[in-house]
Protein backbone atom coordinates (compact mmCIF):
# COMPACT_ATOMS: atom_id res chain seq x y z
CA UNK A 1 0.00 0.00 0.00
CA UNK A 2 1.32 3.50 -1.02
CA UNK A 3 1.52 6.68 1.22
CA UNK A 4 -1.19 9.18 0.79
CA UNK A 5 0.44 12.89 -0.64
CA UNK A 6 1.31 15.43 1.96
CA UNK A 7 1.33 19.36 1.02
CA UNK A 8 0.78 18.57 -2.55
CA UNK A 9 3.84 16.60 -2.89
CA UNK A 10 3.79 13.10 -5.71
CA UNK A 11 1.95 10.01 -3.95
CA UNK A 12 5.25 7.63 -4.01
CA UNK A 13 4.82 4.29 -3.62
CA UNK A 14 5.65 2.32 -0.85
CA UNK A 15 8.25 -0.88 -1.01
CA UNK A 16 6.50 -3.93 1.09
CA UNK A 17 8.86 -4.81 3.65
CA UNK A 18 11.02 -7.94 2.92
CA UNK A 19 9.89 -10.76 4.58
CA UNK A 20 12.08 -12.18 7.06
CA UNK A 21 14.80 -14.59 5.80
CA UNK A 22 13.98 -18.12 6.74
CA UNK A 23 17.61 -19.62 8.30
CA UNK A 24 18.92 -22.56 6.72
CA UNK A 25 17.56 -25.43 6.91
CA UNK A 26 13.68 -26.12 6.59
CA UNK A 27 12.00 -24.93 3.29
CA UNK A 28 9.31 -23.42 3.81
CA UNK A 29 6.83 -23.12 0.64
CA UNK A 30 8.30 -27.57 0.32
CA UNK A 31 7.12 -27.90 4.01
CA UNK A 32 3.86 -25.61 3.66
CA UNK A 33 3.31 -28.20 0.75
CA UNK A 34 4.08 -31.51 2.53
CA UNK A 35 1.79 -30.35 5.69
CA UNK A 36 -1.10 -29.79 3.37
CA UNK A 37 -1.04 -32.97 1.76
CA UNK A 38 -0.11 -35.03 4.88
CA UNK A 39 -1.75 -33.29 7.62
CA UNK A 40 -4.93 -31.09 5.84
CA UNK A 41 -6.07 -27.98 7.93
CA UNK A 42 -3.56 -28.28 10.26
CA UNK A 43 -1.62 -25.22 8.95
CA UNK A 44 -3.82 -22.02 8.82
CA UNK A 45 -1.68 -19.36 7.43
CA UNK A 46 1.53 -18.93 6.48
CA UNK A 47 4.75 -20.35 7.74
CA UNK A 48 7.64 -18.97 9.40
CA UNK A 49 10.43 -20.30 10.72
CA UNK A 50 13.41 -19.28 13.57
CA UNK A 51 15.93 -21.25 14.87
CA UNK A 52 16.54 -22.37 18.50
CA UNK A 53 19.37 -21.03 19.62
CA UNK A 54 21.48 -23.16 22.19
CA UNK A 55 22.05 -26.89 20.31
CA UNK A 56 25.09 -28.17 19.70
CA UNK A 57 23.75 -31.54 17.59
CA UNK A 58 20.32 -31.91 16.28
CA UNK A 59 18.81 -28.18 14.44
CA UNK A 60 15.48 -27.22 16.27
CA UNK A 61 13.18 -24.31 14.83
CA UNK A 62 9.96 -22.83 16.36
CA UNK A 63 7.69 -22.91 13.53
CA UNK A 64 4.36 -20.87 13.62
CA UNK A 65 1.26 -20.03 11.29
CA UNK A 66 0.50 -17.31 13.56
CA UNK A 67 -1.79 -18.80 15.37
CA UNK A 68 -0.30 -22.57 17.04
CA UNK A 69 3.45 -23.35 16.90
CA UNK A 70 5.40 -25.69 16.71
CA UNK A 71 9.00 -26.99 17.06
CA UNK A 72 10.72 -29.04 13.78
CA UNK A 73 13.72 -30.50 14.44
CA UNK A 74 16.01 -32.22 11.51
CA UNK A 75 20.23 -33.26 11.37
CA UNK A 76 22.82 -30.52 11.57
CA UNK A 77 23.36 -29.09 7.99
CA UNK A 78 26.97 -31.25 8.11
CA UNK A 79 27.32 -34.41 10.22
CA UNK A 80 29.27 -37.85 10.70
CA UNK A 81 27.25 -40.64 11.36
CA UNK A 82 23.89 -40.85 10.53
CA UNK A 83 23.14 -42.65 13.43
CA UNK A 84 23.61 -39.97 15.88
CA UNK A 85 21.16 -37.84 14.44
CA UNK A 86 18.59 -40.51 13.85
CA UNK A 87 14.82 -38.62 14.33
CA UNK A 88 12.51 -41.87 13.58
CA UNK A 89 14.27 -42.63 17.25
CA UNK A 90 13.35 -39.54 19.01
CA UNK A 91 10.11 -39.35 18.15
CA UNK A 92 9.20 -43.03 18.62
CA UNK A 93 10.82 -42.18 22.15
CA UNK A 94 8.47 -39.57 22.79
CA UNK A 95 5.58 -40.71 21.66
CA UNK A 96 5.82 -43.61 23.98
CA UNK A 97 6.60 -41.63 27.04
CA UNK A 98 3.69 -39.21 26.23
CA UNK A 99 1.48 -40.88 28.88
CA UNK A 100 4.13 -41.57 31.68
CA UNK A 101 5.21 -39.73 34.68
CA UNK A 102 8.29 -38.58 31.94
CA UNK A 103 7.12 -34.74 30.48
CA UNK A 104 7.77 -35.10 26.77
CA UNK A 105 6.46 -32.84 24.19
CA UNK A 106 3.19 -34.53 21.80
CA UNK A 107 4.41 -35.78 19.00
CA UNK A 108 2.90 -34.38 15.50
CA UNK A 109 4.28 -35.68 12.27
CA UNK A 110 7.47 -37.60 11.43
CA UNK A 111 8.73 -37.52 7.66
CA UNK A 112 11.55 -40.11 7.23
CA UNK A 113 12.44 -39.18 3.85
CA UNK A 114 14.50 -36.56 2.40
CA UNK A 115 12.68 -35.04 -0.20
CA UNK A 116 11.08 -32.14 1.52
CA UNK A 117 14.04 -30.77 3.88
CA UNK A 118 16.84 -32.49 2.52
CA UNK A 119 17.23 -35.34 5.47
CA UNK A 120 14.89 -36.55 7.73
CA UNK A 121 12.72 -34.29 10.25
CA UNK A 122 9.83 -34.04 12.55
CA UNK A 123 7.30 -31.97 14.45
CA UNK A 124 6.49 -31.71 17.35
CA UNK A 125 4.74 -29.63 19.99
CA UNK A 126 6.02 -26.20 20.93
CA UNK A 127 6.16 -26.52 24.80
CA UNK A 128 6.30 -23.36 27.02
CA UNK A 129 9.01 -22.96 29.33
CA UNK A 130 12.50 -22.08 30.23
CA UNK A 131 15.76 -23.71 29.37
CA UNK A 132 18.42 -22.78 31.89
CA UNK A 133 22.15 -22.31 30.05
CA UNK A 134 23.50 -19.38 32.63
CA UNK A 135 24.13 -18.54 35.92
CA UNK A 136 22.77 -15.12 36.55
CA UNK A 137 19.54 -16.13 35.17
CA UNK A 138 19.03 -18.94 37.12
CA UNK A 139 20.67 -17.39 40.46
CA UNK A 140 17.82 -14.60 40.30
CA UNK A 141 15.08 -17.17 41.03
CA UNK A 142 16.70 -17.59 44.99
CA UNK A 143 18.04 -20.51 46.44
CA UNK A 144 15.26 -22.07 47.49
CA UNK A 145 13.89 -22.60 43.77
CA UNK A 146 17.24 -23.18 42.23
CA UNK A 147 17.38 -26.25 44.50
CA UNK A 148 13.91 -26.85 43.66
CA UNK A 149 14.82 -27.20 39.94
CA UNK A 150 17.98 -29.18 40.41
CA UNK A 151 15.71 -31.70 42.68
CA UNK A 152 13.14 -31.80 40.17
CA UNK A 153 15.93 -32.62 36.87
CA UNK A 154 17.31 -35.79 39.23
CA UNK A 155 13.85 -36.75 40.07
CA UNK A 156 12.91 -36.49 36.44
CA UNK A 157 15.58 -38.74 35.51
CA UNK A 158 14.89 -41.37 38.40
CA UNK A 159 11.42 -41.45 36.72
CA UNK A 160 12.68 -42.19 33.40
CA UNK A 161 14.72 -45.06 34.75
CA UNK A 162 12.09 -46.87 36.59
CA UNK A 163 9.93 -47.12 33.58
CA UNK A 164 9.33 -50.79 32.17
CA UNK A 165 10.40 -50.01 28.15
CA UNK A 166 8.13 -53.21 27.58
CA UNK A 167 5.07 -51.20 29.17
CA UNK A 168 5.69 -48.51 26.81
CA UNK A 169 6.15 -50.61 23.64
CA UNK A 170 9.86 -50.22 23.71
CA UNK A 171 11.07 -53.61 24.71
CA UNK A 172 13.12 -53.65 21.48
CA UNK A 173 14.76 -49.81 21.78
CA UNK A 174 18.17 -50.94 22.42
CA UNK A 175 20.39 -54.05 23.03
CA UNK A 176 21.28 -53.97 26.71
CA UNK A 177 23.83 -56.77 26.89
CA UNK A 178 27.57 -55.34 26.10
CA UNK A 179 25.56 -52.31 26.12
CA UNK A 180 29.29 -49.87 27.40
CA UNK A 181 31.58 -52.33 24.79
CA UNK A 182 29.54 -51.17 22.18
CA UNK A 183 29.18 -47.24 23.37
CA UNK A 184 33.44 -47.20 23.77
CA UNK A 185 33.74 -48.09 20.39
CA UNK A 186 30.95 -46.24 18.99
CA UNK A 187 32.52 -42.95 20.13
CA UNK A 188 36.07 -44.32 19.29
CA UNK A 189 34.10 -44.73 15.70
CA UNK A 190 32.98 -41.19 15.97
CA UNK A 191 36.14 -39.53 17.06
CA UNK A 192 37.90 -41.35 13.83
CA UNK A 193 35.72 -39.65 11.82
CA UNK A 194 36.18 -36.44 13.36
CA UNK A 195 39.90 -36.27 13.65
CA UNK A 196 41.27 -33.07 12.14
CA UNK A 197 44.34 -32.82 14.58
CA UNK A 198 46.02 -34.14 17.40
CA UNK A 199 43.94 -34.31 20.85
CA UNK A 200 46.66 -35.48 23.61
CA UNK A 201 45.64 -38.04 25.85
CA UNK A 202 42.24 -38.72 24.33
CA UNK A 203 43.42 -42.28 22.92
CA UNK A 204 45.05 -43.31 26.65
CA UNK A 205 41.26 -41.87 28.36
CA UNK A 206 39.53 -44.48 26.02
CA UNK A 207 42.05 -47.12 26.86
CA UNK A 208 42.11 -46.82 30.60
CA UNK A 209 38.16 -46.73 29.95
CA UNK A 210 38.09 -50.18 28.13
CA UNK A 211 40.37 -51.31 30.69
CA UNK A 212 38.41 -50.15 33.57
CA UNK A 213 34.99 -51.04 32.33
CA UNK A 214 32.74 -52.00 35.12
CA UNK A 215 29.45 -54.59 35.43
CA UNK A 216 26.44 -52.61 34.14
CA UNK A 217 23.16 -52.69 36.45
CA UNK A 218 19.33 -53.66 35.36
CA UNK A 219 19.15 -51.89 32.23
CA UNK A 220 16.69 -48.64 31.55
CA UNK A 221 15.81 -46.72 29.31
CA UNK A 222 19.05 -43.84 28.60
CA UNK A 223 18.39 -40.41 27.84
CA UNK A 224 21.91 -39.81 26.59
CA UNK A 225 22.59 -36.77 26.79
CA UNK A 226 20.90 -35.51 29.97
CA UNK A 227 21.16 -32.42 31.57
CA UNK A 228 19.74 -28.84 32.96
CA UNK A 229 19.83 -27.12 29.42
CA UNK A 230 17.86 -30.45 27.49
CA UNK A 231 14.57 -29.75 29.78
CA UNK A 232 12.29 -26.80 29.85
CA UNK A 233 11.41 -25.39 33.25
CA UNK A 234 8.07 -23.80 34.04
CA UNK A 235 5.83 -23.09 37.15
CA UNK A 236 3.32 -26.02 37.78
CA UNK A 237 1.17 -26.20 40.59
CA UNK A 238 3.11 -23.38 42.32
CA UNK A 239 6.34 -24.67 41.92
CA UNK A 240 9.05 -25.26 39.43
CA UNK A 241 8.74 -28.43 37.61
CA UNK A 242 10.47 -30.37 34.27
CA UNK A 243 7.92 -29.22 32.03
CA UNK A 244 9.32 -31.45 29.24
CA UNK A 245 12.61 -33.46 28.40
CA UNK A 246 14.14 -32.58 25.01
CA UNK A 247 17.11 -33.70 22.71
CA UNK A 248 16.24 -37.70 22.63
CA UNK A 249 18.52 -38.27 19.43
CA UNK A 250 20.86 -40.75 21.40
CA UNK A 251 18.19 -42.41 23.08
CA UNK A 252 18.06 -46.26 24.13
CA UNK A 253 17.71 -49.21 26.60
CA UNK A 254 21.51 -49.46 28.48
CA UNK A 255 23.32 -48.66 31.53
CA UNK A 256 21.79 -45.95 33.23
CA UNK A 257 24.31 -44.54 35.18
CA UNK A 258 26.01 -43.60 31.62
CA UNK A 259 22.94 -40.93 31.90
CA UNK A 260 23.76 -39.92 35.94
CA UNK A 261 27.71 -39.59 35.43
CA UNK A 262 26.81 -37.08 32.63
CA UNK A 263 24.85 -35.30 34.85
CA UNK A 264 27.21 -35.26 37.58
CA UNK A 265 29.64 -34.00 34.59
CA UNK A 266 27.83 -31.17 33.36
CA UNK A 267 27.38 -29.94 37.46
CA UNK A 268 31.07 -30.23 38.27
CA UNK A 269 32.36 -28.94 35.30
CA UNK A 270 29.57 -26.08 34.81
CA UNK A 271 31.17 -22.94 32.95
CA UNK A 272 34.06 -24.45 31.68
CA UNK A 273 35.33 -23.84 28.39
CA UNK A 274 34.01 -20.34 27.60
CA UNK A 275 30.82 -21.25 28.40
CA UNK A 276 30.47 -24.21 26.06
CA UNK A 277 28.84 -26.21 28.57
CA UNK A 278 26.60 -24.30 30.44
CA UNK A 279 27.12 -22.46 33.70
CA UNK A 280 23.58 -22.79 34.88
CA UNK A 281 24.78 -25.34 37.43
CA UNK A 282 26.91 -23.34 39.53
CA UNK A 283 23.88 -20.92 40.73
CA UNK A 284 23.82 -20.80 44.71
CA UNK A 285 21.13 -23.51 45.59
CA UNK A 286 22.33 -25.92 42.51
CA UNK A 287 22.54 -29.11 44.33
CA UNK A 288 26.01 -30.60 44.79
CA UNK A 289 26.57 -33.27 42.21
CA UNK A 290 27.13 -35.87 45.61
CA UNK A 291 23.40 -34.60 46.59
CA UNK A 292 22.17 -35.03 43.00
CA UNK A 293 23.33 -39.17 43.60
CA UNK A 294 22.45 -39.44 46.63
CA UNK A 295 18.93 -38.23 45.44
CA UNK A 296 19.08 -40.53 42.39
CA UNK A 297 20.17 -43.73 44.18
CA UNK A 298 17.28 -42.94 46.98
CA UNK A 299 14.68 -43.05 44.60
CA UNK A 300 15.85 -45.77 42.50
CA UNK A 301 17.32 -47.97 44.80
CA UNK A 302 20.57 -48.31 42.17
CA UNK A 303 24.26 -48.46 43.36
CA UNK A 304 26.31 -45.73 42.87
CA UNK A 305 29.62 -47.00 43.68
CA UNK A 306 31.50 -47.19 40.36
CA UNK A 307 30.51 -43.48 39.34
CA UNK A 308 33.80 -42.12 38.77
CA UNK A 309 34.09 -44.44 35.43
CA UNK A 310 30.78 -42.96 34.63
CA UNK A 311 31.73 -39.51 34.53
CA UNK A 312 35.40 -40.11 33.03
CA UNK A 313 33.22 -41.80 30.34
CA UNK A 314 31.24 -39.01 30.13
CA UNK A 315 34.15 -36.78 29.41
CA UNK A 316 34.87 -38.62 26.76
CA UNK A 317 32.19 -38.68 25.07
CA UNK A 318 31.49 -35.18 25.04
CA UNK A 319 35.32 -34.10 23.90
CA UNK A 320 34.34 -36.61 21.02
CA UNK A 321 30.91 -34.26 20.51
CA UNK A 322 33.14 -31.49 20.72
CA UNK A 323 35.45 -32.40 17.80
CA UNK A 324 32.65 -33.25 15.76
CA UNK A 325 31.02 -29.57 16.35
CA UNK A 326 34.91 -28.06 15.86
CA UNK A 327 35.26 -29.90 12.52
CA UNK A 328 31.94 -28.47 11.20
CA UNK A 329 32.46 -25.08 12.21
CA UNK A 330 35.79 -25.07 10.51
CA UNK A 331 33.66 -26.39 7.09
CA UNK A 332 31.12 -23.56 7.90
CA UNK A 333 28.34 -26.22 8.75
CA UNK A 334 27.09 -24.87 11.76
CA UNK A 335 24.29 -22.00 12.93
CA UNK A 336 24.01 -20.35 15.64
CA UNK A 337 26.89 -18.65 18.14
CA UNK A 338 29.25 -20.64 20.33
CA UNK A 339 30.43 -22.93 18.09
CA UNK A 340 33.91 -21.31 17.83
CA UNK A 341 35.25 -22.59 21.57
CA UNK A 342 34.18 -26.06 20.54
CA UNK A 343 37.56 -27.20 19.60
CA UNK A 344 39.27 -25.44 23.55
CA UNK A 345 36.94 -27.70 25.15
CA UNK A 346 37.76 -31.35 24.13
CA UNK A 347 41.04 -30.84 25.43
CA UNK A 348 39.81 -30.13 28.71
CA UNK A 349 37.25 -32.65 29.04
CA UNK A 350 40.09 -35.51 27.84
CA UNK A 351 42.18 -34.39 31.03
CA UNK A 352 39.24 -34.14 33.26
CA UNK A 353 38.73 -37.45 32.49
CA UNK A 354 42.27 -38.67 32.64
CA UNK A 355 42.60 -37.21 36.46
CA UNK A 356 39.31 -38.73 37.42
CA UNK A 357 40.53 -42.22 36.33
CA UNK A 358 44.07 -41.65 37.46
CA UNK A 359 42.90 -41.24 40.86
CA UNK A 360 42.01 -45.16 41.26
Known sequence: MGRRPVNGECLVPETPPEPPAAPPGPDLGRLRAHLDRELPG????????????????????????????????????????????????????????????????????????????????????YVPGTVHRDTAPLAALGERRVRGIGEALVDTLAALHRIDPAAVGLADFGRPEGYLDRQLRRWSAQLDASRSRELPGVDRLHALLTAARPASPAPALVHGDYRLDNVLIAERDGRDAVAAVLDWEMST????????????????????????????????????????????????????????????????????????????????????????????????????????????
Request: charged content about 20%.
Open 42 to 125: TVAGPLRAELIEGGRSNLSYRLTDGATAWVLRRPPLGHVLATAHDMGREYRVMTALRDTGVPVPATVHLDPGTEVLGAPWYLMA
Open 253 to 360: LGDPLTDVGLLVMYTELAGVGGGLIPSAAKAPGFPSSAELVARYAGSTGRDAAALDWYVAFACYKLAVVAEGIHVRYRQGRTLGAGFERAGTMAPVLVEHGLTILKGH
